[in-house]
């Protein structure tokens, strides 16, 4: 059985955007009670977050769009996206920890890592916070990772919607790899297949467009018969991953038809697809019962694999 990392903190429950906002804190809340009650918990190993540091940040963010989100306070970013008086704290820790993972991959032996972080990042551009999003957790990331050591990072994107940030970010960058299945059309409108990388970094980008109502099959034929060759050919020292779980059939914020059992498969083929370290931070994921059991599921397959 692997050891494998588990990285939480209360601060992020002190991110507290409007009480009809879709990411509460209950979603972590009940992460860690599922976890509990099948006895995964005690075989976890728990880690604190760092905290992302402006300069931190600033490996993939302006100082203009940090600066913002530092001074903001409680308020709206956009129509989806809010803070509060805690928000730029919980967000700091968010990145930090996904920064800690690759710490404790490089410095500690650590094989596989599960950042249960909230707000989420993928949305998240080098200038704007979006979508729920506020600093690119999986970004901040891939950039320490390589600050780090790891010269080559390939990052898959699971989430049902597409992570424009994370593309955009690395799209000119040949040493970052991002691959993303995802809902389109739909928002934030982004991830078409035909979107590539640019300049250098041409041929770095892989987007899976996926239509409403599709299923485990188009996943799994995704995860199971693309995926690996894509990661053999990049030869990745590290691999992050942004898990969305909206992509499961009883989440409302996607039409996209994924089972517990499609779970497995997509998590298994990503863990299987490479021997090198891996960070799983949460992105999406709003169905309480859905959510847990996925990233249940999730973690008794970083345990195994």
Same mark, same amino acid.
């Given at each position: 059985m692997n050891r494998v990392g588990y990285i939480y903190d209360e601060v992020f429950l002190l991110h507290a955007p409007p009480?009809?906002? %879709?990411?509460? %804190?209950?979603?972590?809340?009940?992460? +860690?009670?599922?976890?509990?009650? /099948?006895?995964?918990?005690?075989?976890?190993?728990?880690?604190?977050?760092?905290?992302?540091?402006?300069?931190?940040?600033? *490996?993939?963010?302006?100082?203009?769009?940090?600066e913002r989100i530092r001074s903001l306070g409680a308020g709206e970013v956009d129509p989806d996206t809010f803070t509060s008086v805690e928000s730029f704290a919980a967000a700091s820790f968010a990145a930090g920890a996904v920064m800690e993972a690759v710490?404790?991959?490089?410095? +500690?032996?650590?094989r596989r890592v599960f950042c249960a972080v909230r707000p989420p990042g993928?949305?998240?551009?080098?200038?704007?916070?979006?979508?729920?999003?506020?600093? +690119? +957790? #999986?970004?901040v990331g891939a950039r320490h990772a390589q600050r780090s050591g790891y010269n080559k990072v390939f990052i898959i994107d699971f989430d049902a919607h597409h992570g424009n940030g994370t593309q955009h970010i690395f799209e000119e960058d040949d040493t970052v790899f991002y691959f993303s299945t995802h809902q389109y059309p739909y928002y934030p409108d982004t991830g078409k297949d035909m979107d590539r990388g640019r300049g250098k970094g041409e041929g770095y980008t892989y987007n899976v467009p996926i239509l409403a109502g599709s299923g485990n099959k188009d996943y799994l034929s995704v995860y199971q018969d693309i995926l690996p060759g894509v990661v053999e050919r990049f030869g990745p020292d590290i691999i992050l991953v942004s898990a969305g779980y909206d992509i499961h059939a009883q989440d409302p914020h996607a039409n996209i038809r994924v089972t517990h059992?499609?779970?497995?498969? #997509? /998590?298994?083929? #990503?863990?299987?697809?490479?021997?090198?370290?891996? /960070?799983?931070? *949460?992105?999406?994921?709003?169905?309480?019962?859905? *959510?847990?059991?996925?990233?249940? #599921?999730?973690?008794?397959?970083? *345990?195994?694999?």
């Open positions: 009480s009809w906002h %879709p990411d509460t %804190p209950d979603r972590l809340l009940s992460i +860690n009670s599922s976890l509990k009650a /099948v006895d995964l918990w005690g075989k976890l190993v728990h880690l604190k977050p760092r905290k992302a540091t402006p300069e931190d940040l600033a *490996l993939v963010h302006t100082p203009e769009a940090i710490e404790q991959c490089r410095n +500690n032996g650590m993928h949305h998240a551009e080098a200038g704007r916070s979006m979508g729920f999003c506020l600093f +690119n +957790n #999986i970004a059992e499609g779970i497995h498969g #997509i /998590v298994r083929s #990503i863990l299987t697809s490479a021997e090198v370290p891996m /960070v799983f931070a *949460l992105e999406g994921g709003y169905d309480l019962p859905s *959510l847990r059991e996925s990233v249940k #599921i999730t973690i008794e397959e970083m *345990l195994k694999h």
